[in-house]
């Protein structure tokens, strides 16, 4: 029986490439990008897959060469240079993988998430070696395992984090990123015992009393989420994100009374907060308040009218109030939206996904990266005019003109502290929820950043302010939302 010949095209070569380490037919698949290789020595990506590939196989020795070339070819690819460093801490050589990390947490070059398949094997013990080496100074443990979560690795970070934990037993900070870390591996219970010690060692720490409460309403544990976020608003009252929380435990709790005066109290702090607004429509419909429920509701398919959740309540409750042809021509509408928006959420923004297009999606996470490039000089620079210019028109429409939005955006990144945390930050990951493109920000050293929310408009991308950024973060992490029907 005769062979078959080689593909016609490079495509199609790769194609068959992707078919076996699906299969897990790792020997295979090195076997047949060794000879793509060969037609294509000057192919980056390619190189560095055939590390990937080689690792999977067992052939452990033979991949720092792949990744070393693909670092010739594209010096400033952090996902190459972070697949030697762990080749390296694997084959025993742990000087020249700290190089190699030591370049990645120096490195400006925002990280674009890859293909599962171009990441190096799954990770081992030796990373839990390696960290245990580097002493007792708890930068060197943020720098690493931030490097980790940037390249969508929690695991690794967690054990990263967990070794800097261990040799600083006091450290708030690196109590926070690993309690942040659980959070992104959904590992509840591990979250809330952080955030717990977290406050321990400092009450005032930013975010962690939310994440706390976060983590315990994600357990079901929802009175405890209750006491929590009642301790997170009478800590900072101004804090609108702390009663929206509160009410939505509240809620969940059957205390519609109560509900409302946190979700009011969060709408007057922030009267742009679409879910706390919807979420106040519940309360009112639980307390029997049904004209109050359809004034929210419809406030909300005002400003929004393809929102999901808000046609859901409000068809219901015009059916409720024996309002048969409104509540069929709203849920009629609901219908189209919710099958839509299924639709769309089966597409990823960035890759990592085998049930998208991989070119498509890498496609858009370069244009992402590009876009946040520019964003990221312009802040820097103070060039808000630039900025305003990126903004959709509802967003400058929350400033009201130029001169209010460049009067804002000076008071708030003239604090040098946060500037410098923006310097280095770059783009962990996103996703897309509705019509937005949700962008998962962290600096340097793996710190959660405000999200980045982004639309396309044509063939452009503007920033859109116009969304709740507490049950955005909360839908990013995969938790409940009290606010779906």
């Known amino acids: 029986m005769g062979t078959p010949g080689p593909p016609q095209s490079k495509g199609e070569a790769l194609a068959r490439v992707f078919s076996l380490l699906r299969s897990e037919s790792y020997v295979q698949a090195a076997r047949s990008l060794e000879a793509l290789v060969q037609t294509n020595p000057s192919d980056a990506a390619l190189q560095n897959l055939l590390g990937t590939t080689r690792e999977r196989a067992g052939e452990t020795s033979r991949a720092p060469s792949c990744y070393l070339r693909a670092l010739q070819l594209r010096p400033d690819w952090s996902t190459a240079r972070l697949n030697l460093a762990l080749s390296y801490l694997r084959l025993g050589q742990r000087s020249a993988a700290a190089g190699q990390f030591a370049r990645l947490v120096r490195s400006t070059t925002p990280a674009t998430p890859a293909l599962s398949f171009y990441h190096q094997a799954p990770i081992g013990e030796e990373v839990e070696q390696f960290a245990r080496t580097l002493g007792s100074e708890q930068h060197e443990y943020l720098s690493l395992g931030g490097v980790f979560l940037v390249h969508e690795l929690p695991e690794a970070a967690s054990v990263v984090f967990s070794a800097g934990v261990h040799a600083n037993p006091d450290s708030p900070l690196l109590q926070d990123a690993l309690g942040r870390t659980y959070l992104k591996m959904k590992r509840f219970r591990e979250a809330e015992a952080a955030f717990a010690r977290t406050l321990e060692l400092d009450p005032d720490a930013e975010g962690s009393c939310l994440h706390l409460g976060y983590a315990q309403a994600s357990q079901g544990r929802v009175e405890p989420a209750r006491e929590t976020y009642a301790e997170c608003v009478r800590q900072d009252p101004k804090d609108y994100a702390g009663h929206y929380f509160l009410g939505s435990t ?236």
Request: net charge positive.
């Open 250 to 485: 509240l809620l969940d709790l059957d205390r519609p009374q109560e509900a409302i005066a946190e979700l009011e109290e969060a709408l007057r702090l922030n009267p742009r907060s679409v879910n706390s607004r919807l979420l106040l429509g519940k309360a009112y419909t639980a307390a029997g308040r049904e004209a109050d429920a359809l004034t929210e509701f419809l406030a909300v398919v005002d400003r929004e009218p393809d929102h999901e959740a808000a046609l859901f309540h409000l068809g219901t409750l015009h059916r409720k109030l024996g309002q048969p042809e409104e509540a069929r021509k709203i849920l009629g509408r609901f219908q189209q939206v919710k099958a839509f928006e299924r639709q769309r959420s089966r597409r990823a923004l960035l890759p990592g996904s085998a049930r998208v297009d991989p070119r498509e999606s890498a496609e858009v996470a370069r244009a992402v990266s590009r876009f946040y490039l520019r964003y990221k000089q312009a802040l820097l620079e103070g060039r808000y005019r630039e900025i305003w210019d990126l903004m959709t028109p509802s967003s400058q429409a929350l400033y009201g003109d130029f001169e209010g939005f460049q009067t804002t955006a000076s008071s708030v990144y003239g604090n040098s502290r946060l500037r410098q945390r923006i310097a280095g930050s770059r783009i962990r990951d996103g996703n897309t929820l509705g019509k937005r493109i949700f962008c998962q920000l962290v600096t340097a050293w793996g710190e959660p950043l405000p999200l980045l929310v982004l639309v396309r408009q044509g063939d452009e991308l503007k920033i859109d302010h116009d969304f709740d950024l507490s049950l955005a973060g909360v839908r990013s992490l995969g938790g409940r939302s009290s606010t779906a029907p």
